[in-house]
T-cell receptor
C-alpha cells in the first residue's frame, strides 16, 4: 500500500524567502505524485503532479517539485514566498497496486510573514 | 454546475442520529472518492468508487459508515448513530478516469457537527 509523510505540520517563512515543503512517499511500484493546495475557506485544487518523464515538475503560482526516486521524496519549492501563498498544502500518491487510489499526507500549513 | 457538488454544506445533528451526505460528481467522471478532513488530521481516505468495480471500502472507520453510488453518478455517504468524533468536513472528489494519474476535483465539502 502507498503512504505519504509530510514533515512539519506548520512552516513559517518571511515574504520573499524560499519555500520548502517536504514530502516522502512509500510505494512498491512507480508512483504518481501530487501536490494540492487549500486556500483559506476554499476547496482543494491541484498545484502540480508527476506522472512519468521529467522529474522536475512545474506548477501554478511559481511552485515546482522534484521527484527523487533514490530518496523517495517529492518536495515542493518556491524561490520567493508571497503573502498569497499562505495556505495548507497536501502531498498525495497513487499507484497501480492500490488501484490508483489517491492517498494524502497530513498536510503542511504555510504561514508567510510580512 | 460544472464542478463537484456536495450537500448539505453544513449539518448539525444530535448524537445517535443518522445522517446522509450527498455528492454529485462532474459528469463523465468514473472515479469518485470520499475523504474526511479533521483539524490537524489531513485528508483521511474513506471509500473509492472506480467505474463498475467493487468499491474500495478499506478506509471506512466503522460499520456505522457506508456509501453507495447509484448509476455510476451520484454518491451518498451515510453515517448511522453518529458520535461526536464523527464531527469533521467530509469531502467528495471525482476524477475523469479510474486507472490513471488523473487529477482529483474536489467539492466544497459537507461540514458535520455532532452535538
Amino acid at each position: 500500500a502507498q503512504s505519504v509523510t509530510q514533515l512539519g505540520s506548520h512552516v513559517s517563512v518571511s515574504e520573499g524567502a524560499l519555500v520548502l515543503l517536504r514530502c516522502n512517499y512509500s510505494s512498491s511500484v512507480p508512483p504518481y505524485l501530487f501536490w494540492y493546495v487549500q486556500y483559506p475557506n476554499q476547496g482543494l485544487q491541484l498545484l502540480l503532479k508527476y506522472t512519468t518523464g521529467a522529474t522536475l515538475v512545474k506548477g501554478i503560482n511559481g511552485f515546482e517539485a522534484e521527484f527523487k526516486k533514490s530518496e523517495t521524496s517529492f518536495h515542493l519549492t518556491k524561490p520567493s514566498a508571497h503573502m498569497s501563498d499562505a495556505a495548507e498544502y497536501f502531498c498525495a500518491v497513487s499507484a497501480a497496486t492500490g488501484g490508483f487510489k489517491t492517498i494524502f499526507g497530513a498536510g503542511t500549513r504555510l504561514f508567510v510573514k510580512a | 454546475g460544472a464542478g463537484v457538488s456536495q450537500s448539505p454544506s453544513n449539518k448539525v445533528t444530535e448524537k445517535g442520529k443518522d445522517v446522509e451526505l450527498r455528492c454529485d460528481p462532474i459528469s463523465g467522471h468514473t472515479a469518485l472518492y470520499w475523504y474526511r478532513q479533521s483539524l490537524g488530521q489531513g485528508l483521511e481516505f474513506l471509500i473509492y468508487f472506480q467505474g463498475n468495480s467493487a468499491p474500495d471500502k478499506s478506509g471506512l472507520p466503522s460499520d456505522r459508515f457506508s456509501a453507495e453510488r447509484t448509476g455510476g453518478s451520484v454518491s451518498t455517504l451515510t453515517i448511522q448513530r453518529t458520535q461526536q468524533e464523527d464531527s469533521a468536513v467530509y469531502l467528495c472528489a471525482s476524477s475523469r478516469t479510474s486507472g490513471s494519474s488523473g487529477e482529483l476535483f474536489f467539492g466544497e465539502g459537507s461540514r458535520l457537527t455532532v452535538l
